[in-house]
């Protein structure tokens, strides 16, 4: 594709409630990667994935996140039992190799109410 | 303490100034730096990408980074309207592939 894709790009949601985001990466690149951003904040890294290979989830806040990337292309971040401090902008970001320029998406903006 | 330090801003300059902006950073393992530019509600975008401590210019924009003084810089030229976002400086250290940002420094470039 042209560009990273998310979906939705508005998620409102109750507080208990599970969400589900998308990310489709730019085609054929290996690297994957999700960030939360908070209002006013820089990304935060949450975790990284090479193919299907999740290779670091050490910024996944709580058990209650959860990533897959499970043929190495499509990518899925799921928040189960979803709490207000939840509330932020999601990004992925992809790119061609191991190393160098991530290429990111627009984010999905999450609120938790 | 944050590993990396911005100044969060606003800075508001008008059209033609040259913008210097500033990132210290705690952690001696970064290797390579970078300045992402955000518009709003919109993904960040790569500007720069350094490594090691020098200069690196591209067009109207110019990466520093001291490595001594764990300090690197972003100076635009003939500032543009067009400029005006929010910069975010990102580290990544050797063997880890996640970036550390800065807060963000928003700008305001007035015609």
């Known amino acids: 594709g042209a560009g990273v894709s998310q979906s939705p790009r508005y998620k409102v949601a109750k507080r208990g409630q599970d969400v589900a985001l998308r990310c489709d990466p730019i085609?054929?690149?290996?690297?994957l990667f999700w960030y939360q951003q908070a209002l006013g904040q820089g990304p935060e890294f949450l975790t990284y994935?090479?193919?299907?290979?999740?290779?670091?989830k050490s910024g996944l806040p709580s058990d209650r996140f959860f990533a897959e990337r499970p043929e190495g292309s499509v990518s899925t971040l799921k928040i189960q039992r979803t709490q207000q401090e939840d509330s932020a902008v999601y990004l992925c970001?992809?790119?061609?190799?191991?190393?160098?320029?991530?290429?990111f998406g627009e984010g999905s903006r999450l609120t938790v109410l | 303490q944050k590993e990396v330090e911005q100044d969060p801003g606003p800075l508001s300059v008008p059209e033609g100034a040259i913008v210097s902006l500033n990132c210290t950073y705690s952690?001696?393992?970064?290797?390579?730096f970078m300045w992402y530019r955000q518009y709003s509600r919109k993904g960040p975008e790569l500007l720069m990408y350094?490594?090691?401590?020098g200069n690196k210019e591209d067009g109207r924009f110019t990466a520093q980074v001291d490595k001594s003084s764990k300090y690197i810089s972003l100076f635009i030229r003939d500032s543009q309207p067009s400029d005006s976002a929010t910069y975010l400086c990102?580290?990544?250290?050797?063997?880890?592939?996640?970036?550390?940002f800065g807060s963000g420094t928003r700008l305001q470039v007035q015609p």
């Open positions: 085609s054929g690149h290996v690297s």
């Open positions: 990102a580290m990544e250290d050797t063997g880890r592939r996640a970036l550390t």
């Open positions: 350094t490594y090691s401590s």
């Open positions: 952690n001696s393992a970064f290797q390579y």
């Open positions: 994935f090479q193919n299907e290979a999740q290779l670091d």
């Open positions: 970001a992809s790119s061609p190799a191991s190393a160098g320029e991530l290429f």
